[in-house]
């Protein structure tokens, strides 16, 4: 049987047609693309995408099995614990020499103060004298680990090296087969719309308003007249006689009759008085 007689999968999606994305007629090669992952996994073994996915699957399965006879014993790069090395300890101690409370003759006896855990994959570094200059609590001078968890984990890289040949753990070097990434990706993931995600992300953070700049009205100086008690010659020497044409035409009637009259502050007495605001020089 020959690569054109096998069947090839095709993709049946549910398609939205619009003038923007108007529907095409594929030809070749095209008809075949844009398939779902899960109809790619579940292809048929007649198919030819099933026959491609047998063959990777017997490669990976090849490639574990050749990790899994010569694992790697040990890397470096692996670290379960770092909260507080031998490089933290050396910046902090340089500080204090820096800052002239301490010299490096004191550096060297200080080291003797502080030990390193005794697990593969833990960095930290813990006193083992109350003198330190941390002062944090000691443990016991013939003490190996810095805490339990530390313990537990030494004791089962021992057991995992007695059963596969590696300190690490097996996740760390084998690599895992494509399905299973692809089921725990489609597992974990889902399609979201932006709208939705940026709702989500932002769902907790607390809401701020810009300030808005107001300013402030000016404030000018008040002179208030009862013109009851004015003379004549006062309100024209003090040119008021607008203020009584402007009360006879809003009260429509005497100005020496005290009725309430309206202001921009409400309703209120008028009892024969003006205001003037007298505006300063600039504004």
């Not at 699957?57 to 692996?78: G, S, W």
């Not at 670290?79 to 010299?103: F, G, P, Q």
């Not at 932002?202 to 100086?221: C, G, M, S, T």
Request: glycine share 4%; net charge positive.
């Amino acid at each position: 049987m020959s690569l054109k007689e096998i069947k090839k999968l095709q993709a049946h999606h549910a398609v939205e047609y619009s003038t923007d994305f108007p529907k095409s007629t594929y030809t070749g090669l095209e008809r075949f693309a844009n398939v779902a992952d899960v109809t790619l996994k579940r292809a048929p073994f007649n198919s030819l995408e099933g026959v491609a996915n047998t063959l990777i699957l017997n490669a990976q399965h090849t490639e574990q099995e050749r990790i899994k006879a010569n694992p790697p014993v040990y890397d470096r790069a692996y670290v379960e614990r770092a909260d507080y090395s031998i490089m933290s300890l050396y910046s902090d101690y340089k500080e204090e020499i820096e800052a002239d409370r301490a010299t490096w003759a004191d550096y060297q006896e200080e080291r003797k103060k502080w030990r390193k855990c005794a697990h593969k994959f833990c960095l930290n570094m813990y006193p083992i004298d109350n003198a330190n200059f941390k002062g944090k609590r000691a443990k016991r001078s013939d003490s190996r680990f810095c805490c339990e968890t530390c313990k537990d984990a030494h004791h089962d890289a021992i057991k995992r090296y007695k059963e596969t040949g590696s300190y690490l753990p097996r996740w760390y070097y084998m690599p895992a087969l494509d399905d299973t990434v692809g089921d725990r990706t489609r597992r974990r993931d889902m399609p979201t719309e932006t709208d939705s995600l940026e709702k989500e992300i932002n769902k907790n953070r607390p809401i701020r308003y810009a300030p808005l700049k107001r300013e402030k009205p000016p404030v000018y100086p008040v002179t208030t007249y009862y013109l009851s008690e004015l003379t004549s010659e006062e309100i024209k020497s003090k040119k008021l006689e607008k203020y009584i044409d402007k009360l006879l035409n809003i009260r429509g009637g005497n100005p020496n009759n005290s009725r309430r009259v309206r202001t921009p502050a409400g309703s209120v007495l008028a009892d024969n008085f003006c205001t003037i605001w007298h505006k300063k020089e600039g504004m």
